[in-house]
């Protein structure tokens, strides 16, 4: 069974502060995504990476792909208070149906005022 | 909500009552999904549909049942519930790129089983 592990777990920091968000797994995946989900709400797709090595900016949220496709991080730089939710990186399985996607468990990152 | 719609937002039942999930897209996708969603425990899924009148079943599947009506519509049904079905239930749809396998999905529907 392919994994993917997401850590930490919880996240509670100060606006203004730095984090990354890591997103491990043994096993190589064609592409990987982010997703945030807040409160009450469907998980919206932040981003996609496909190429290992692969490095996508969207504002102050810094995504990367590792160079063997295993792995990835999300790294935000100054953050507030909007930024707070669960983040979860879903990994794209090589083979079977289309969209077939594996996900993390998740980081629930809370941003205090 | 990327095109989905879920119906309905909240139900309680009562162990052993049936119910209908509903999920219409309206991006004209091919690939249509259901997930669970529980505490710790991420998205776990349980049924998708590669295309119209195909189904598969996915990481849990047991004491679920789905029907894709057609390109738009994906329901997934509940026979007996039980309170370990006590979860948060997403329905998805997919970008047509089978490179990319992106997934978009509703507002979710929240399940209590009594």
């Known amino acids: 069974t392919q994994l993917l592990e997401q850590s930490p777990q919880f996240l509670s920091i100060q606006e203004g502060e730095n984090l990354t968000v890591y997103c491990n797994s043994s096993?190589?995946?064609?592409?990987l995504q982010w997703y945030r989900q807040e409160p009450g709400e469907g998980p919206v797709l932040l981003v996609t990476v496909v190429t290992g090595g692969e490095v996508k900016k969207l504002k102050r949220l810094t995504f990367q792909f590792g160079d063997a496709r295993k792995d990835s991080s999300l790294h935000i730089t100054a953050a507030q208070p909007g930024d707070t939710g669960l983040y979860l990186c879903a990994g794209g399985r090589y083979g079977g149906s289309q969209g077939n996607l594996i996900f993390g468990k998740g980081t629930k990152l809370s941003v205090k005022p | 909500n990327a095109g989905v719609t879920q119906t309905p937002k909240f139900q309680v039942l009562k162990t052993g009552q049936s119910m209908t999930l509903q999920c219409a897209q309206d991006m004209n996708h091919n690939s249509m999904y259901w997930y669970r969603q529980d505490p710790g425990m991420g998205l776990r899924l349980i049924y998708y549909s590669a295309s119209e009148g195909t189904t598969d079943k996915g990481e849990v599947p047991n004491g679920y049942n789905v029907s894709r009506l057609n390109k738009r519509e994906f329901s997934l049904r509940l026979e007996s519930a039980a309170p370990s079905q006590t979860s948060v239930y997403f329905c998805?749809?997919?970008?047509?790129?089978?490179?990319?396998?992106?997934?978009?999905f509703g507002p979710g529907t929240r399940l209590t089983v009594t």
């Open positions: 096993s190589v995946f064609s592409s």
């Open positions: 998805g749809h997919g970008s047509p790129g089978t490179s990319f396998r992106e997934q978009y």
